[in-house]
């Protein structure tokens, strides 16, 4: 009985053995004709290197897929913006967000002004500087002495 069962045990791995040899597991190495070219001189990748260093754009040790300028970002310089926008523009575009209401509501809404009050920003024309006022002392909700 014991024998009955070592060669047929004998037998499947056998066979096996042939099943798994047209799969691609067997004779999956190739060799290449043409020898490696480089792109860049040895020089270029040690200066690459050092500024990756010296900004910390390399992995940080351990398991992390930190950098190491992300990890301790105080001990590498800071990264540099393109230039934006001029304060004139960017106080000109607050204006206008705040004309039209496209500023988010203060609570946990997370809709905008002319979202959450739609009625207050439909085709009216505003301006920024005293607007306000003027119009509530001529709907006379808020009296102005004169």
Do not use: C
Not at 100 to 108: F, H, N, V
Request: hydrophobic share 40%.
């Amino acid at each position: 009985m014991n024998r009955i069962i070592v060669l047929v045990a004998l037998a499947i791995t056998s066979l096996s053995g042939v099943a798994f040899a047209g799969t691609g597991l067997a004779g999956d190495i190739t060799i290449e004709t043409e020898p490696f070219v480089a792109t860049k001189s040895r020089e270029q990748v040690k200066a690459e290197l050092a500024d990756a260093i010296r900004t910390g754009d390399i992995l940080a040790h351990g398991e992390s897929s930190y950098q190491l300028n992300e990890v301790n970002p105080n001990r590498y310089p800071p990264a540099y913006m393109a230039a934006g926008k001029t304060r004139e523009q960017v106080k000109a575009e607050l204006a206008e967000a705040i004309r039209t209401g496209d500023i988010l509501a203060g609570g946990e809404s997370s809709l905008k002004l002319n979202e959450l009050y739609p009625w207050t920003y439909q085709g009216v024309d505003r301006t920024l500087a005293g607007d306000g006022l003027r119009r509530l002392a001529q709907r006379r909700i808020f009296p102005t002495t004169n």
